[in-house]
Nanobody
Framework: QVQLVESGGGLVQAGGSLRLSCAASRSIFSVNAMAWYRQAPGKQRELVAAITTGGSTNYADSVKGRFTISRDNAKNTVYLQMNRLRPEDTATYYC???????WGQGTQVTVSS
């Protein structure tokens, strides 16, 4: 059964931090690079960060140095630590296997100025 459940979103002031979590079914997590995406109102979904099964990472230029993606293989969970948040980071954040074209229900992140 395919399962992706994101959590950890919320309302935070600019400069603050949040940590998002995504619990995935083992069938997805164990064989795929995982990624976080986001979609703001009126904009296309964009890749935020990705991590391979071996732990290699890549980031969108807009979040480099502020966000960190990690994965816990024992828990089938991928995380996104978001620091120094900006109002332009406001979006619904989704996780999913990289290059597969599907993701969870999303978690809302709102950054107030």
């Amino acid at each position: 059964q395919v399962q992706l459940v994101e959590s950890g979103g919320g309302l935070v002031q600019a400069g603050g931090s949040l940590r998002l979590s995504c619990a995935a079914s083992r069938s997805i997590f164990s064989v795929n690079a995982m990624a976080w995406y986001r979609q703001a109102p009126g904009k296309q979904r964009e890749l935020v960060a990705a991590i391979t099964t071996g732990g290699s990472t890549n980031y969108a230029d807009s979040v480099k140095g502020r966000f960190t993606i990690s994965r816990d293989n024992a828990k089938n969970t991928v995380y996104l630590q978001m620091n120094r948040l900006r109002p332009e980071d406001t979006a619904t954040y989704y996780c999913g296997p990289r290059f597969r074209g599907y993701w969870g229900q999303g978690t809302q992140v709102t950054v107030s100025s």
